[in-house]
């Protein structure tokens, strides 16, 4: 991910006097891996069930090395695309996470998704401090070399740091279930949720297509300036949500906070739309990316709450893919914007897309605090089982599957008793 995210703020810049430049193509750049890993994201990780998890992943880490050679040796706005679409097909974020699954024991789990959650932020920030460093001492081309050999680590941590799983957990928790995905899509809150990281990802795809120029030209920032800028802006949106994220958790407030983010995230593009300058250009960012943290943040954990139980595994696919769509289209229709109305009229899009967010939230319901924890039923009656967990304080719903020896458990975790569920976990 650190390497997906160097190109972003500084692609505008260094793209500009290439043969085939123009905003189209710059947007297509931007958002190319977006469409090859939502395409590929789902079958690779079902891939993985049959031949194991460790081929995927070394097989996508390759993919993804090829396409930043690709990239690295382009000339040409085309050649890019290619090479960030190629990269793209490395897509093994689900596999990821059922090796996750596989390696890991239900209480730790929440985790050990939310540490890979961190270090994806983490990246993201990093990325935008050194995407400008690179580009000013080695060229466009270097930040690919650099992402080249970050998929050559990522190679060796794969083959020589990771340990194999004894078994693997094919679980509807860890896994996308294709049976299950006709259900999901029709769930209104979840499509809510997955509508929602399509704006939010759409959003931030096409305003990087303007960003940098702004910052650039309009301002007249240094590129040697830009990594400490970004810092600001990112680290300062950090700041400015962690008290509004408290908030929400503390007394309840987490559909205002969420509906009231995605609305000043939109104010900031509308006010961007129509009018700039040294002082409101860097305010509006800042609050731009506040409202970005705090919803990439939250919108994992409020799916994970709504999922129906049995299905995280298949609604955690569907997210996944509606996200890197979202990059995809985000980078497409933001060059078009630009190319056809300015950066204006870019902003007037990202604004309108923001906005029916917002309109389509007011529906989402607030989120419980719940979770699925998976039970080995073992030889025992399934009637047997059902009649003693059913009875568990905190027990929200079961579910059995025909011909699995588990049993998916939703729980409230403020109430549950853990304690008479343990003797069925990992037995």
């Given at each position: 991910?650190?390497?997906?995210?160097?190109?972003?703020?500084?692609?505008?810049?260094?793209?500009?006097?290439?043969?085939?430049?123009?905003?189209?193509?710059?947007?297509?750049?931007?958002?190319?891996?977006?469409?090859?890993?939502?395409?590929?994201?789902?079958?690779?990780?079902?891939?993985?069930?049959?031949?194991?998890?460790?081929?995927?992943?070394?097989?996508?880490?390759?993919?993804?090395?090829?396409?930043?050679?690709?990239?690295?040796?382009?000339?040409?706005?085309?050649?890019?695309?290619?090479?960030?679409?190629?990269?793209?097909?490395?897509?093994?974020?689900?596999?990821?996470?059922?090796?996750?699954?596989?390696?890991?024991?239900?209480?730790?789990?929440?985790?050990?998704?939310?540490?890979?959650?961190g270090s994806i932020g983490f990246s993201f920030m990093l990325a935008m401090m050194l995407g400008p460093v690179l580009t000013a001492?080695?060229?466009?081309?270097?930040?690919?070399?650099?992402?080249?050999?970050?998929?050559?680590?990522?190679?060796?941590?794969?083959?020589?740091?990771?340990?194999?799983?004894?078994?693997?957990?094919?679980?509807?928790?860890?896994?996308?279930?294709?049976?299950?995905?006709?259900?999901?899509?029709?769930?209104?809150?979840?499509?809510?949720?997955?509508?929602?990281?399509?704006?939010?990802?759409?959003?931030?795809?096409?305003?990087?297509?303007?960003?940098?120029?702004?910052?650039?030209?309009?301002?007249?920032?240094?590129?040697?300036?830009?990594?400490?800028?970004?810092?600001?802006?990112?680290?300062?949106?950090?700041?400015?949500?962690?008290?509004?994220?408290?908030?929400?958790?503390?007394?309840?407030?987490?559909?205002l906070i969420f509906i009231v983010s995605v609305a000043i995230m939109a104010l900031a593009t509308a006010v961007l739309s129509g009018?700039?300058?040294?002082?409101?250009?860097?305010?509006?960012?800042?609050?731009?990316?506040?409202?970005?943290?705090?919803?990439?943040?939250?919108?994992?954990?409020?799916?994970?709450?709504?999922?129906?139980?049995?299905?995280?595994?298949?609604?955690?696919?569907?997210?996944?893919?509606?996200?890197?769509?979202?990059?995809?289209?985000?980078?497409?229709?933001?060059?078009?914007?630009?190319?056809?109305?300015?950066?204006?009229?870019?902003?007037?899009?990202?604004?309108?897309?923001?906005?029916?967010?917002?309109?389509?939230?007011?529906?989402?319901?607030?989120?419980?605090?719940?979770?699925?924890?998976?039970?080995?039923?073992?030889?025992?009656?399934?009637?047997?089982?059902?009649?003693?967990?059913?009875?568990?304080?905190?027990?929200?719903?079961?579910?059995?599957?025909?011909?699995?020896?588990?049993?998916?458990?939703?729980?409230?975790?403020l109430q549950v008793d853990m304690p008479s569920l343990q003797p069925y976990i990992n037995r």
């Amino acid at each position: 991910m650190l390497g997906l995210f160097m190109v972003l703020p500084v692609l505008a810049l260094a793209t500009a006097d290439y043969p085939d430049f123009t905003p189209l193509m710059l947007g297509m750049t931007l958002g190319a891996y977006g469409l090859t890993q939502a395409i590929l994201q789902i079958p690779l990780g079902l891939l993985s069930d049959r031949i194991g998890r460790h081929p995927v992943i070394i097989g996508g880490l390759l993919m993804f090395i090829a396409g930043s050679v690709v990239a690295a040796l382009a000339d040409t706005m085309a050649g890019l695309v290619f090479g960030r679409a190629l990269q793209g097909t490395g897509a093994i974020a689900s596999t990821l996470m059922a090796l996750v699954a596989d390696l890991t024991v239900e209480q730790n789990r929440s985790k050990a998704m939310a540490a890979i959650g961190g270090s994806i932020g983490f990246s993201f920030m990093l990325a935008m401090m050194l995407g400008p460093v690179l580009t000013a001492n080695f060229g466009l081309s270097g930040v690919f070399w650099a992402t080249a050999l970050l998929g050559v680590i990522g190679v060796f941590v794969a083959f020589f740091l990771i340990p194999k799983a004894a078994s693997m957990r094919r679980n509807r928790e860890s896994m996308a279930d294709t049976r299950q995905m006709k259900g999901l899509l029709r769930e209104p809150n979840l499509m809510r949720l997955n509508f929602g990281i399509f704006a939010l990802h759409f959003a931030l795809m096409a305003a990087f297509v303007a960003i940098p120029t702004m910052l650039s030209n309009e301002l007249g920032i240094n590129e040697s300036n830009l990594p400490w800028v970004y810092l600001g802006l990112l680290g300062g949106g950090f700041f400015v949500m962690l008290p509004l994220m408290i908030l929400a958790e503390k007394f309840g407030y987490q559909k205002l906070i969420f509906i009231v983010s995605v609305a000043i995230m939109a104010l900031a593009t509308a006010v961007l739309s129509g009018q700039r300058g040294p002082l409101l250009t860097p305010l509006m960012l800042l609050i731009f990316f506040a409202g970005f943290n705090l919803l990439e943040a939250t919108l994992p954990s409020w799916l994970s709450k709504m999922c129906p139980v049995g299905n995280r595994g298949t609604a955690m696919g569907i997210y996944s893919t509606s996200q890197f769509f979202g990059a995809f289209a985000g980078g497409l229709a933001g060059g078009w914007s630009l190319h056809e109305f300015g950066v204006d009229g870019l902003f007037v899009t990202i604004t309108l897309i923001l906005l029916s967010w917002a309109f389509v939230s007011v529906g989402l319901k607030s989120p419980r605090p719940l979770q699925t924890v998976v039970l080995s039923v073992g030889s025992m009656e399934q009637q047997d089982f059902l009649k003693i967990v059913s009875n568990v304080t905190g027990v929200e719903d079961i579910l059995l599957v025909k011909g699995e020896h588990l049993a998916y458990v939703q729980v409230d975790r403020l109430q549950v008793d853990m304690p008479s569920l343990q003797p069925y976990i990992n037995r």
